[in-house]
């Protein structure tokens, strides 16, 4: 480790090797906290390269424990956390309406560490049971087309670095991996980023997983179509800069997509949104992140028949059905 750090010290990048190397080490134990938290700290003051990128990718995907759905046709719904905005649980919420439409998602997700709330806070307070049984998750994909990917529970070499994030409470290049570390290999992909050069490179990796995917950030900041302002979407398609009021709805003032203070608020927003009690506000943004995600699986549809087939599955109750079904 004191080679690689006297390495990134004098700002040269890592080797897509060098870098499956040290992470597989990281996994394996081989380094104690301090040397794995100046490590992580690295990436603090400068970007992260496209090789570094994917050979830390490579790395936890190797040592990840793996879920055969090859026979479903799945989306992952994972953002990269680490805006400080904030927000209520847009994806999570986003992955339920997505399966209320009838398609599969299987989402990787973890407890939130740069926010109040990440998608497992939010799911296990209400009653979901993390598992990493390939015929309990299989079984909720056919009853309920979804099940959640804890991750703590698919990465076991994340256990020595998960209290490090934790004291660290600053996003790291972890947060830059969860999206595109999904052990079930989805074949579709929508995720949210925190920055234009982390989307760029996101393009890079998936251009060459063979997926359909859609890449998203807010140009203010935020790792999801926030409705704020202009987003910025790369997709199998291209890249292309959208407005709010383009694909039919009003730019919303950031206080209102406001996710709260505690779990407990968290919780409660997600539950209105699904019962269809939430503000206007909460759902267009759900609603436009569904649509934009249904799309992966249908490019031939247009954006605004994708936000009907999302707008049915939340009014219909249908998006909540869902729910209720891999908590029961």
Known sequence: MKTILNQLFEQQKLSEQQAYDVLTKIGNGAYNSSQIASFLTVFLMRNISVD????????????????????????????????????????????FV?????????????????????SSNVL?????????????????????????????????????????????????FFNMLGPIVNP?????????????ELARIYNYLLQDSNKNYKVVHSLDGYDEISLTGKFKLISNNGDNLISPTQIGF?????????????????????????????????QDVVIANSAFAINCFEPNKSIEECKS???????????????KKIIS
């Open 309 to 323: 087939l999302a707008l049915e599955s939340l009014l219909s109750g249908n998006a909540y059905k869902s729910l």
């Open 98 to 118: 997505v399966a209320g439409a009838g398609y599969k998602v299987a989402k990787h997700g973890n407890y939130g560490v740069s926010s109040n709330c990440g």
């Open 250 to 282: 009003e730019q919303l003032n950031p206080t209102s997509i406001y996710g709260g203070e505690t779990i407990k608020e968290a919780a409660k927003i997600f539950i209105n949104v699904l019962e269809n009690k939430g503000t206007k506000a909460q």
């Open 124 to 172: 296990e307070y209400l009653g979901y049971k993390f598992t990493n049984d390939e015929t309990q998750l299989k079984k909720q994909l056919n009853d309920a087309n979804f099940c959640m990917m804890h991750a703590p529970l698919f990465h076991p070499a994340m256990a020595t670095i998960a209290p490090i994030r934790a004291e660290l409470g600053v996003k790291t």
């Open 184 to 196: 079930s290999f989805p074949q579709n992909q929508m995720v949210g980023v925190f920055n234009l």
């Open 52 to 95: 570094e990128l994917r050979g830390f990718q490579k790395a936890l995907l190797d040592l990840c424990l793996k879920m055969d759905f090859s026979e479903f046709n799945t989306i992952d719904l994972c953002g990269t956390g680490g805006d400080g905005k904030n927000t209520f649980n847009i994806s999570t919420l986003t992955s």
